[in-house]
């Protein structure tokens, strides 16, 4: 299609004056798209299965299923180095008191997570 034609097909009718614009945004499809892990619905369109051989395909991280037997949340998906900070019965804890109200069974949502690690260590001023 021409830019000519493409103008034409923008304007509001005959009137010159009056143009419609369309914008649109492109980002680049990033591999893995997951980085931390997913949280799948109990009706969600896909299951914990096949979000895992995606995952095993697309990604070089391992990744760990968590299932969950009762309510909103059926599985967790977590990255394995992710389970190494946090216990997977912390983070089905903290998932569930959160996440599990506002969620619905139908939804997937991507895990972002952050976790801080503070050290310390006690010395000694004598040397």
Known sequence: MSVSRVDR???????????????????AFQFPIVKDGLVVGRQAPVNAEVLLRVL???????????PIPLGTVA?????????KKISGQQMVDLLLKRLAPVMDEKDVFILDTEIELRLSTVFSADK
């Open 9 to 27: 097909a923008l304007r509001c009718g005959d009137n010159p004056w009056v143009d419609n614009h369309a914008l649109i945004r492109l980002k």
């Open 56 to 66: 095993a395909v697309f990604s070089t991280q391992p990744f760990e299923r968590i």
């Open 75 to 83: 599985d967790i998906i977590v990255r394995s180095a992710i389970l």
